[in-house]
């Protein structure tokens, strides 16, 4: 049977690839909780979220308190960050931080005082969360600045916030954590077991409403190359259950997935999981689903039962090039510099900072960056060996990179017209269905870097889209202002002739001359004679109105003075 | 900050191609064994011409040398031309086909990825139909190895000169009696095959088992996947059984057709080139099943000896259809054919 199941294995090999996941590198020392009140200096960029950036609370030379909220909050718009420690703001200015771009963004830079003072009118702890309703929790979670920890940083109140009538089923947990190199939500199972399942079972209470039957299932899936994490969660499940008594009203279970990048892909959890997919261009809800990270469930707790809004996270600092490599609990803000120092420093002065995983990851080109609520692993290289440069050659076509794409896409003819600058073939091709994994450029024996490719006609087709909708609404804009000036003109013209009309019927009340437009209707007229009782009337009628008129000519000034 | 690239442990295009040759060596080793001089000679020619005509090209169309030389695609191909090409080939047949194969075939359409034809089989099949005579006349075995006599042969079969007379040398492949007995009306036994005699049956069945052996070894290797030899073999085995079936008198059997002439050669070295073959596993199986298919009825019924070089040329021109008809479902997309 076993012989059987590897043949078929061999005949039809599962999308992703096997890699060597260096994960016992950094798993082997505790979790140190590093204080944010020892930092020298702590730089928090305002956009550590998907959206806009958000907005200024605090001004230079202003003392903050732990907890204390530095942006306005605006739910649906962008999400707040808090200071992680007590001190004082030292500057507003645009500061490296992690971002592919290599563009510097705004950050708050805080010097810590040392006293780290909680803020007394920070969020209240809400021990007895249970009872409270999805939308009080929902803004607490928004209040507290929480976004998905896995890396997508999508706020996590607008991932809950799902619209009335879309059925939810499932909550997906994800505990995957495929990329090489990267621990933190491994030793964030092992360690804090419990925290995440209680994050869980809250995020369950928002969502029990969108339940058909009141019933929903929560599967946390976690690769089995964590056996630690995965019976450290069974265990919690297990006491979670004693406690609630023999009937909880949701079912969460803990299923360990096959190891196999990009298993914790949110696609391909959802499939491995479910068997079922997340249609193109939707989301998951789509098909009754919500899924979140690992850590995004314990800062959930942590925000609604503690009140701790999020100031801090797992990050692992790992690589061949650290002392001591570990996990640590590290503030945001803190630069990445002095965390890889907390382990232990660099082993070679010359070595290389990256962020993320091996496979999605980036370079950091310097040691100020800070961490942010998207950094889950910082990992420190030795320089490579003098070796010759990597030299691209033409692609083969021999379909490895088809094969190991977990999105069944085809990456060759996708290089094919990105290379040629063919967006609408590749977009076609579902090039935005490319979840940039990079599985295609690490099979590629002729080493073309297909990822960067299709990252940058990504980004080509972004722009033009904007830069096409933008025409259009000044098109628009241009087109309605015309047809404004239009109208005005058209309206004016009316005016005119009214007005001309008008005059020409007034002057035969003293002559009786008609004038070169003869013809028209009301000068034409028979003038009516003075001893007309009508005429009197009307003439009385206009008079009381211009009296009217005028008394409010004097008024207006009066009143919009007073 | 840059987004890194993903790390490559992976092989690269050179070890790819470096591995297709050590598969190749088993086969090799057997018909130097059985043709002596006359296949060395035919190696070192093939692969030095190939070797510089590559350079050639590289130079004239301004591409850097090390990169491209050294990738060892050219090498694959003029090895697979000289195991295809007669032992004792004339070193101007060698020349025109590494021409065809290497200039016209691979440089001319841009260089090694974006060639639509096979360049091996395009130099065979041009010299196969400019030089039929030359092309079919295979040595004895037994007049051609690692002597004297064979040196005799290698002089008069390469460069024409010495005291032998090459047609003496030479004779027709089992294949090619076959097929001319079939054309004859003649029955399988009474056209006087030798049906099991060494060297001239055996050697070849001895040389396709070879073939395979190397083949199976990449299929371990993953240098190849299982698609193309299996379905091109398939087919073959379909069709021959077919047809022998309804009457074996006339028609060899699927055994006789697996292990003759170019058949392991080709399911394994020759149509599993990927620049030129479908790269979708659906496109894979259709395309090495149409080779399949049209190396049986080029063997039964065409005027050609063997029909490898025509079936997988033929099949390359199907390519792009059959690649854009076989795309995968994309994850999350409904299929293309089913509801
Ligand atoms: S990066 Fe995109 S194309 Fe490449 S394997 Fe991943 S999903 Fe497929
Ligand atoms: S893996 Fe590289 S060489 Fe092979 S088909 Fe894909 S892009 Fe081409």
Redesign the interface.
């Known amino acids: 049977m076993n012989r059987l199941q590897q043949l078929f294995r061999?005949?039809f090999p599962p999308h992703g690839l096997t890699l060597?996941g260096h994960k016992q590198v950094s798993t082997s020392r505790e979790v140190t909780t590093l204080a944010a009140s020892q930092c020298s200096v702590l730089y928090l960029p305002l956009q550590q979220h998907a959206g806009s950036k958000a907005r200024l609370k605090v001004a230079v030379g202003e003392r903050v308190l732990r907890g204390q909220c530095l942006t306005w909050i605006e739910p649906g718009v962008s999400v707040p960050v808090h200071a992680p420690t007590s001190g004082h703001v030292l500057a507003i200015e645009a500061r490296?931080v992690?971002?592919?771009?290599?563009l510097s963004d705004t950050c708050i830079v805080l010097g810590p005082d040392g006293l780290d003072e909680a803020d007394p009118q920070g969020l209240p702890p809400l021990p007895d969360y249970t009872q409270l309703d999805d939308a009080t929790l929902r803004c607490r979670i928004c209040e507290a600045g929480i976004v998905g920890l896995g890396g997508a940083v999508f706020p996590a109140a607008i991932k809950l916030n799902v619209k009335p009538d879309v059925p939810i089923r499932q909550l997906i947990i994800n505990g995957a954590e495929c990329e090489p190199w990267i621990t933190c939500d491994d030793m964030l199972m092992r360690t804090r077991a419990d925290e995440i399942l209680a994050g869980a079972s809250l995020m369950l209470q928002v969502l029990a409403s969108h339940a058909p039957d009141g019933k929903l299932t929560c599967l946390i899936g976690i690769e089995d190359n964590k056996p630690e994490a995965i019976a450290s969660m069974q265990t919690a499940l297990m006491a979670l259950t004693l406690r609630e008594g023999r009937s909880p009203p949701h079912t969460l279970r803990v299923v360990p997935i096959p190891t196999r990048y990009p298993a914790g892909g949110e696609?391909q959890l959802i499939?491995q999981l479910t068997g079922q997919?997340?249609?193109?261009?939707?989301r998951p809800a789509d098909i009754g689903m919500i899924c979140h990270n690992v850590a995004t469930a314990r800062a959930i707790y942590r925000a609604v039962a503690l009140g701790e809004p999020l100031m801090s996270r797992y990050v692992t600092v790992t690589g061949d090039g650290v002392t001591a490599p570990a996990n640590f609990e590290v503030p945001f803000g803190m630069p990445v510099g002095e965390l890889v120092r907390h382990a232990g420093g660099m082993l070679e002065p010359d070595c290389t900072l990256?962020m993320g995983g091996?496979?999605?990851?980036?370079?950091?080109?310097s040691e100020q960056?800070p961490v942010v609520k998207a950094t889950n692993c910082i990992r420190v290289l030795r320089p490579l060996p003098e070796q010759a440069p990597d030299?691209t050659?033409?692609?083969?076509?021999?379909?490895?990179c088809?094969?190991a794409c977990?999105?069944?896409?085809?990456p060759?003819?996708l290089f094919w017209h990105a290379h040629a600058r063919e967006l609408e073939q590749a977009e076609a091709l579902?090039l935005f269905?490319c979840i940039e994994c990079?599985?295609c450029?690490?099979?590629?024996?002729?080493?073309i870097?297909l990822?960067?490719y299709y990252?940058f006609a990504k980004a080509d087709i972004r722009s033009k889209r904007t830069a096409r909708t933008l025409a259009d609404q000044a098109r628009t804009r241009h087109e309605f202002r015309e047809q404004r000036l239009e109208r005005a003109r058209r309206e004016r013209a009316e005016k005119l002739a009214r007005h001309k009309a008008a005059v020409k019927q007034s002057p035969p009340t003293e002559r009786n001359i008609p004038d070169d437009s003869g013809t028209a209707g009301v000068a034409a007229t028979p003038p009516p004679a003075a001893d007309d009782p009508r005429n009197a009337a009307i003439q009385a009628a206009l008079e009381r109105a211009q009296a009217r008129k005028a008394a409010l000519t004097q008024q207006e000034p009066r009143e919009s003075g007073s | 900050?840059?987004?890194?690239?993903?790390?490559?442990?992976?092989?690269?295009?050179a070890?790819?191609m470096r591995q297709v040759l050590y598969a190749l060596l088993p086969g090799t080793a057997l018909l130097l064994y059985l043709y002596g001089f006359g296949l060395l000679s035919n190696l070192i020619l093939a692969c030095l011409c190939a070797w510089g005509l590559e350079a050639l090209m590289l130079h004239l169309r301004q591409r850097p040398l090390p990169?491209?030389l050294s990738?060892y695609?050219v090498i694959v191909t003029g090895w697979l031309l000289a195991v295809s090409l007669p032992a004792c080939s004339p070193w101007w047949l060698i020349l025109i086909s590494m021409v065809f194969a290497v200039v016209i075939g691979k440089h001319l359409y841009g260089?090694?990825?974006?060639n639509p034809f096979n360049p091996a089989m395009l130099g065979y099949a041009a010299v196969l139909i400019s030089f039929p005579l030359e092309m079919t006349r295979w040595p004895d075995p037994a007049r051609t190895g690692f002597d004297a006599a064979g040196l005799d042969a290698l002089l008069a079969g390469v460069f024409g000169i010495g005291s032998l007379h090459w047609d003496s040398l030479s004779g027709a492949t089992p294949l090619d009696q076959v097929r001319m007995a079939l054309h004859g009306g003649k029955s399988l036994v009474d056209s006087g095959m030798p049906l099991f005699s060494w060297p001239r049956t055996l050697g070849w069945n001895l040389l396709n088992l070879a073939w395979l052996g190397g083949g199976l070894w990449l299929l371990w290797q993953r240098v190849i996947?299982?698609h193309i030899p299996v379905a091109l073999l398939g087919s073959l085995t379909l069709f021959s059984g077919l047809f022998w079936l309804l009457d074996p008198g006339h028609y060899a059997s699927p055994l006789f057709h697996l292990l003759q002439g170019a058949t392991m050669l080709g399911a394994f070295f020759i149509a599993t080139d990927?620049?030129t073959?479908s790269?979708?596993p659906l496109g894979?199986i259709l395309y090495a099943g149409g080779i399949g298919a049209f190396v049986y009825i080029i063997r039964t019924w065409g005027g050609y000896p063997d029909a490898m070089a025509f079936a997988v040329l033929i099949m390359n021109m199907a390519v792009p259809l059959l690649?854009h008809y076989t795309?995968?479902?994309?994850?999350?997309?409904r299929h293309r054919w089913l509801p």
């Open positions: 061999y005949l060597d490296p992690a971002h592919p771009s290599g696609k499939r997919e997340v249609p193109s261009g939707g990256n091996s496979m999605m990851g980036m370079a950091l080109h960056v030299i050659l033409p692609c083969i076509r021999c379909g490895r088809a094969e977990p999105m069944s896409l085809l060759q003819q579902h269905d990079g599985c450029t690490h099979v590629c024996p002729s080493h870097p990822v960067s990252r | 900050m840059t987004q890194t690239t993903p790390p490559r442990t992976l092989p690269d295009v070890t790819l990169p491209f990738d695609s260089g090694l990825g974006q996947s299982w990927p620049v073959a790269t979708t894979k690649d795309q995968p479902r994309v994850y999350g997309h």
